[in-house]
């Protein structure tokens, strides 16, 4: 797991300074419309939609915006009729990339996904051809100047995480949970005042594959046009790639 937030914190300070600002509240909107259709308008028994209202929050999206979606999810004003589903496929080096969209046009979608991955030397997949190199888990990361090691550690375990990683190279904390566990881990290191860099369910490597030179950037550059689609909501991979040379294409 280790190294997995190198491309989960790069993607969202890309999101926080991009100026289309617009289209991550899009992306936003169509997650609470979801959430709110499939598990209804009650953030207090909807975990899913309480994840993403505070990722919203987090994301400065004004509150109407986020009332409007929850009410269009359900059912209480109109709205359009999203589904949600997972592309799986190969791109440079062989790294495994799984991609989550929302659309209300699969052919349109699945059409821009294959481009975008054919542009940069990468192919499609049948289903579940690199979907079992993942795991569904709760993350947080912690710079490792703004918090002790020991305090984290105490407060990781008693609230129910799974496991606490020391990443030396990219310098910091990672802290895995079971999905289910993650809004009392969130809660509680709220609670602690623990400031976290990243709070999100994702789908976390197995293992990864190492990647460098020209491989390297022709996969950020395919990550990044497809977390660029309008359809897509998340993209997850298992590759490790230095932290200078990230940088540097960063």
């Known amino acids: 797991m280790a190294g997995h937030s190198k ?8 999101a926080r300074s991009d100026a289309r600002k617009g289209k991550v509240f899009s992306k936003l909107a169509k997650e609470l419309m ?19 209202i505070d990722r919203a929050r987090a994301e400065n999206m004004p509150q109407e915006n986020i009332e409007r979606a929850i009410k269009k999810g359900a059912g209480e004003l109109e709205g359009v ?5 997972i592309y799986e496929g190969y791109g440079p080096g062989g790294v495994a990339i799984l991609v989550s969209f929302m659309t209300d046009n699969r052919n349109r979608t699945v059409s821009e996904v294959r481009h975008v991955f054919t542009k940069f030397g990468g192919r499609l997949g049948e289903s579940g051809s ?8 709760g993350m947080f990361t912690f710079d490792m100047d703004s918090v002790q090691e020991d305090l984290l550690m105490e407060v990781s375990l008693e609230a129910g995480a799974e496991d606490v990683v020391e990443n030396k190279e990219d310098r910091v904390f990672e802290v895995y ?6 809004m009392d881990v969130k809660a509680r290191f709220d609670e602690k005042g623990l400031k976290y860099t990243l709070a999100e369910i994702s789908m976390v490597p197995r293992s990864t594959v190492h ?9 950020l550059r395919l990550l990044e046009e497809l977390e660029d689609l309008d359809d ?19």
């Open 211 to 219: 990647v460098e030179g020209r491989d390297a950037q022709n996969l």
């Open 130 to 137: 690199v979907s079992w190199m993942f795991e569904k888990k």
């Open 7 to 14: 491309w989960a914190n790069i993607k969202h300070r890309k």
């Open 34 to 52: 979801v959430a709110s259709k499939l598990g209804g308008s009650d953030p207090a028994s909807n975990p899913r939609l309480r994840a993403a």
């Open 232 to 250: 897509v909501q998340n993209v997850y991979a298992n590759f490790d790639i230095p932290a200078r040379e990230m940088a540097e294409m960063a």
């Open 177 to 182: 949970t079971d999905p289910q566990d993650f």
């Open 81 to 85: 009729n999203y589904e949600e589903g």
